[in-house]
């Protein structure tokens, strides 16, 4: 009782103050909008992405020097004026170390020379980069059709069981075919060039990107929303292209990160075992300098573009992989 006396004594003397209750009080408007509203802070997909891919150190080193590949193997070549057989009549100019390369051009910049000459007498290093170009430019080409065509078709292959009943006979047959057999045939048939290689690496390359694909959306094609978009009448091609593949980035980009270096590796192979293109690339460089393996004072000719294709393809699957972790929205925590 005490207690309610004291709050009413208080009332009263608020109203013995003379001052109007509007001026006391004042009415707060009800606004549904704001009361549905989430104090979260907002939340940007590909910001996270970056935010967790930068925060790895190691991450900033490897993209550094992904970033000095690329200035030497596009933008070097440009300045570099190289041409394979300028050097070819100069006498004693062949298979030179790098000391006796820049005595015997004094006269040129002396990182032309800094892993001495080749066969022919051209330079090693310049040889290289023109090489990493080729190479880099066959391997980017062949991912963006096969990862373009692998993903669509295997986004539908795996939401559509009609389309399933045909594409598995077709993996069944195709897949079961030797891969790089298959491209060796190919180049065969066809003149060892770079678009020869790029239609051998992509004709069927896509096949297991694909049947990957499907895989991943057989898992979640069956979940609720997807229930639902169905039953609301909307196509399956949309369907796989709106409500599935945005969750599959992490996996895209995981499966990119060990597609690109792979046709690296199969352009050294071919070029290794004699089905070389005309044009000069990191295979063709390897090929022809296989018989200096062992030589004394000519062994940068093969192990150079040994290690420079090695460093690339390392490259580019860590740069790929660690990208493919941090797209994942469960590192975004």
């Not at 070549?77 to 050097?87: L, Q």
């Not at 539908?156 to 389309?163: A, H, Q």
């Not at 003149?191 to 390359?205: D, Y």
Request: glycine share 6%; net charge neutral; hydrophobic share 50%.
């Amino acid at each position: 009782m005490n207690g309610n006396t004291t709050e009413t004594e208080k009332l009263q003397d608020l109203s013995s103050l003379g001052i109007p209750e509007e001026e006391l009080f004042s009415r707060v408007e009800s606004d549904k909008l704001a009361a549905e509203k989430i104090t979260a802070p907002r939340y940007s997909y590909w910001h996270s992405v970056f935010r967790v891919f930068f925060r790895k150190k190691i991450n900033i080193v490897i993209l550094g020097l992904l970033a000095v590949i690329v200035v030497f193997a596009y933008i070097y070549p440009m300045f570099s004026n190289y041409d394979r057989f300028s050097s070819v009549l100069t006498e004693g100019g062949k298979h030179l170390t790098p000391e006796k390369a820049m005595e015997l051009h004094p006269d040129d910049a002396k990182i032309h020379w800094i892993l001495g000459s080749g066969g022919v007498g051209e330079s090693t290093f310049d040889a290289i980069w023109t090489g990493s170009r080729i190479s880099l430019s066959l391997a980017f080409i062949c991912a963006i059709i096969n990862m373009a065509i692998g993903v669509v078709l295997g986004a539908v292959w795996g939401f559509s069981k009609r389309f399933d009943l045909i594409m598995q006979e077709v993996y069944n047959i195709i897949g079961n075919v030797p891969y790089i057999l298959l491209i060796s045939v190919i180049v065969m048939l066809l003149s060892a060039s770079f678009w020869s290689l790029v239609f051998a690496l992509t004709v069927t390359g896509w096949l297991g990107i694909a049947y990957f694909i499907r895989t991943q959306v057989v898992i979640i094609r069956d979940r609720e929303y997807n229930l639902a978009s169905r039953c609301l009448g909307t196509s399956i091609f949309r369907i796989a292209m709106k409500n599935i593949l945005p969750f599959m980035v992490s996996v895209i980009v995981t499966l990119a990160a060990t597609e690109i270096p792979s046709y690296i590796s199969y352009e050294v192979f071919l070029s290794y075992i004699g089905l070389t293109m005309s044009d000069i690339s990191l295979g063709k460089l390897i090929g022809t300098a296989q018989p200096s393996m062992f030589t004394p004072g000519m062994q940068l000719e093969f192990w150079a573009p040994v290690a420079i294709a090695s460093i690339i393809t390392i490259v580019l699957y860590v740069v790929g992989q660690n990208l493919g972790d941090a797209s994942d929205p469960r590192t975004h925590m």
